[in-house]
């Protein structure tokens, strides 16, 4: 699983290159086997985030990307998508992704993090809640998914290591809300794209089913994409890194945040997070 999740953001035209960072030696093994880069970790982290910074205290980049290890199908164009906004906004510190919700029942589901954004696009409130509340009589305001892959400086990124969880990241288990109590404004970019993050037997078999499908119709073969083109654009060079999934609880949504347990500059590194499987 590990494999196809490092090839698909190798893949990205915005990420250069991709680190696995991890506490498992299992996964580290498993990494260097298909000739991937890995890099172990501490235990002690209680979200992706935090073991993300743990690499990116030693990588020399502007931007460091999170994507979750258990997520195989993650198309790679999502990860341009989230990284974009940092062209044309200087500024920025930090993005991730919604999706619109069509099904009302993810709208109730707690393992289907919910997110509000101004109009501008920057994330009010993430919550394991149906947000918005819709009163009765009332008409319906969208909805919108969070998928749980972000974005964020460098500097940004360590500055948030470095807070004490909060009151509100503690009560969802969602480690995003430490960035909005400090008021780090987050960039919320809309795409049609979804994954599948595997927290459980049945997603993992779900997991194997799209990806059969797939290899069927084009087969599954990723090859890297260098990053020269993206920053000869004016882009900000990036390293692309992924992290833990779970926020404490490995059977949490750690969102990370796209429903479902979880935990770039010159380069872009990616470090996928510590799933526990295969």
């Not at 809640?129 to 974005?151: N, T």
């Not at 794209?193 to 997991?207: F, K, M, Q, Y």
């Not at 692309?240 to 945040?257: K, N, V």
Request: proline share 6%; hydrophobic share 35%.
């Amino acid at each position: 699983m590990i494999e196809h999740v490092y090839r698909r953001a190798s893949a990205a035209k915005s990420i250069q290159s991709v680190i696995v960072a991890t506490d498992d030696e299992r996964i580290l093994r498993a990494v260097l086997a298909f000739g991937g880069r890995a890099r172990m970790t501490s235990r002690d982290h209680q979200s992706g985030s935090d073991r993300l910074a743990e690499i990116a205290a030693d990588l020399s980049c502007d931007l460091v990307v999170n994507v979750q290890g258990d997520e195989p199908l993650i198309d790679p164009e999502v990860l341009d998508e989230a990284i974009a906004p940092f062209v044309s906004e200087p500024s920025l510190m930090m993005s991730t992704l919604r999706r619109r919700i069509d099904d009302p029942a993810d709208l109730v589901n707690p393992n289907v993090t919910k997110v509000v954004t101004d109009a501008d696009g920057y994330a009010l409130y993430f919550s394991r809640s149906a947000i918005p509340f819709r009163r009765e009589g009332c008409p319906p305001a969208p909805a919108w998914r969070h998928i749980g892959l972000y974005v964020y400086r460098r500097e940004c990124l360590l500055r948030l290591a470095a807070l004490e969880p909060t009151p509100m990241e503690r009560s969802e288990a969602l480690e995003q809300l430490r960035a909005v109590e400090h008021g780090i404004r987050i960039r919320v970019v809309e795409t049609c794209h979804d994954s599948i993050g595997v927290d459980t037997p049945d997603d993992l078999e779900r997991a194997r089913q799209e990806m059969s499908a797939l290899s069927a119709q084009r087969g599954e073969t990723l090859v890297s994409v260098s990053a020269e083109r993206h920053q000869a654009a004016g882009a900000p060079t990036v390293r692309h890194a992924g992290a833990e999934r779970g926020y404490g609880d490995p059977a949490s949504d750690g969102d990370g945040g796209s429903g479902g347990a979880k935990p770039p500059g010159k380069k872009v590194e990616r470090v996928p997070e510590n799933t526990g499987v295969g």
